[in-house]
């Protein structure tokens, strides 16, 4: 299906170029890779994988997943706004996108330090281990996305050109990095061993 | 076309509220009297599916784009929600 955007908007087939879309979606099958491993330690070790959920802070975890959906919300607006010339208000949802990440690693380093004062380190077991290396690997994407929303709504905001790919691509990186965390919410903070 | 500001704010609030959910049935335990903790954990992953597709279709525009991408986006999220729910509940 070929669509055509609102006003000088060109024809196109998706948003972004394919070879980009593999990549996110290459980086979103890494992480499912992760989660599931995760999920088969799960199973060899119910009681440790348990006993480390119950230790994780679920309220926290729920807020940061609303934030990181309003973000996708605000984002979404942003990248809809830049592409339709409307530059000054979509730089304006970028940067609530951009204060909705500074939130969200704010509340997260606020979970780390709460699991390190109560001595709860990456070498405490391996639900730990898993805990931080993907909540980690998840906050440096969420700072990528970050740069890139930063970088599109600094240079809409100043007027200049700001190229249809580079809206697009900074959007995509942004939503790519919400679903992996709705994934790693269910998977680590949620779904606790059955047996 | 693509999406209107209307239904992407109504989108959002349906994630939040599914968002609010997930949690009142995994940390609340809310429906762990009605059913098993399979039925339970199968829908924490069933929600969270629900809630990756419009974050995809909407927000991403995947529902907007080329044929392709609907079916890889669609493939990719019905395996990964299909390995992770096995891995959990089976």
Not at chain 1, 57 to 84: E, F, H, M, R, W
Request: charged share 15%; with cysteine; glycine share 10%.
């Amino acid at each position: 299906m070929t669509l055509t955007g609102r006003g000088d908007t060109p024809t196109r087939e998706v948003p972004v170029e394919p070879g980009f879309w593999l990549l996110v979606l290459g980086d979103m099958t890494m992480f499912a890779v992760f989660f599931g491993s995760f999920l088969i330690e799960q199973r060899n070790d119910p009681a440790v994988f348990g006993a480390g959920r119950s230790d994780l802070n679920q309220l926290i975890g729920t807020a940061n997943t609303v934030v990181l959906l309003t973000g996708s919300l605000v984002v979404a607006l942003g990248v809809k706004a830049v592409l339709d010339g409307r530059h000054e208000i979509g730089s304006r949802y970028l940067l609530a996108g951009v204060g909705c990440a500074g939130l969200f690693t704010a509340l997260k380093a606020v979970e780390y330090l709460q699991k390190l004062d109560a001595g709860i380190t990456p070498a405490t077991d391996t639900f730990f281990t898993y805990y931080f290396a993907l909540t980690g690997i998840h906050l440096v994407h969420v700072l990528i996305a970050t740069g890139l929303l930063w970088h599109v709504a600094q240079r809409a905001r100043r007027g200049h050109a700001v190229g249809r790919p580079w809206v697009q691509a900074a959007g995509v990186v942004w939503h790519a990095v919400d679903i992996i965390w709705l994934l790693l919410f269910a998977v680590i903070y949620l779904a606790g061993p059955l047996a | 076309m693509t999406t209107s500001p209307t239904r992407l704010v109504t989108i959002w609030a349906g994630l939040v509220a599914a968002t609010v959910l997930s949690w009142l049935l995994g940390v609340e335990h809310a429906a762990d009297d009605v059913f098993s903790r399979e039925a339970v954990a199968a829908l924490l992953v069933a929600i969270t599916a629900v809630k990756v597709w419009y974050v995809g279709l909407d927000f991403m525009e995947v529902r907007e784009s080329a044929p392709w991408l609907r079916w890889l986006f669609t493939a990719w999220l019905a395996a990964t929600s299909l390995t992770l729910g096995t891995l959990l509940v089976v």
